[in-house]
């Protein structure tokens, strides 16, 4: 007997959080019940074969494991490669719901053919437990920044209207298969930062709208506090910034954006680090800058 394939694949990736992922698992299992799903962990190298011993303890979940790290991108598009759902949802292995939300995701994918993507409200794990995501605005073509709606901000129905945006959160993005066909998979060249904001322009790019859809909400344990650097996201953010121009801005503009990351944003950031005694950051901000060149 053929069997019916899940309306929902799940796709997490694990990179030494087994404790994080068994909690995102567990939710998964206790809260939904309104829909099919399956869920896919793939083991980005981590150092323990995290990838058995979820097998092991959750015989339901189908898993993968890579010998090698590829990154957040290249390991969701393992994820996705084996995908049987019609939709995708790509969701950190540090998240977690308490409620099932996912019909009114559906129901959003379902409501307009143009819609392609969407986001939940994404709100801090911990105490307050404010908002985290609630939509995004678009990227300044110049500094390569954008903002997070709803930042900070209490869960007080300010953000409980559903809208568009323009871009998603990689935290929690669901999408439908289609897609993929047309927009490709996650861009693999960034491997940690900008990939699913490249992604999402493809998306766009290819005649899809991107929604916020506050009707479903994920918890979502990164820490709000501000300003925690490492030579690790420093390079990348630098890096990534510049290749975002670099592939999806064209002329005049293409060439201010990147000029204003190396001529301005490069040099302030890396004497901010100085003066601030981080010398290891203001290195990283340079070697990224190196990085990008090395990539064209």
Known sequence: MKQIPPLISFITICYNGLDD?????????????????????????????????IQERYPFVRTLRSEKNLGFS????????????????????????????????IERLESDPRIGAVSPKIRFAFPPQSIQFAGYTKLSRYTMRNKALGMG????????????????????LMLKREVIWKAGLMPEIYFLYYEE??????????????????????????????????????????????????????????????AYQMLIVAPKDSL?????????????????????????
């Open 197 to 258: 904001l490249d992604w999402c322009t493809s998306m766009t790019r290819a005649g899809y709208q991107l929604w916020y859809e506050p009707r479903c909400t994920i918890f979502h344990k990164e820490s709000q506090s501000t300003g925690r650097q490492s030579p690790l996201r420093t390079f990348y953010m630098m890096r990534n910034r510049i290749l975002y121009a670099w592939r999806n801005l064209s002329g005049m503009e293409r060439c201010l954006a990147i």
């Open 21 to 53: 992922t068994c909690v995102l698992i567990e939710s998964l299992r206790d809260t939904i019940s309104s829909v099919s799903y399956e869920i896919i962990v793939v083991d980005n190298a981590s150092r323990q074969d995290e990838a058995s011993l």
């Open 153 to 172: 901000c209490p869960d007080d129905g300010t953000f409980d209207t559903p809208r568009p945006s323009a871009y998603l959160h990689g935290a929690a």
């Open 74 to 105: 290249g390991g969701n598009n393992l994820g996705i490669q084996i995908a049987q759902g019609k939709y995708l949802f790509l969701i950190n292995n540090d998240t977690y719901l308490t409620e099932d939300g996912l019909p009114a995701l």
């Open 272 to 296: 901010c680090f100085v003066l601030k005694g981080e010398p290891k950051l203001a290195k990283a901000v340079w070697h990224g800058v190196k990085a990008f060149w090395k990539l064209c």
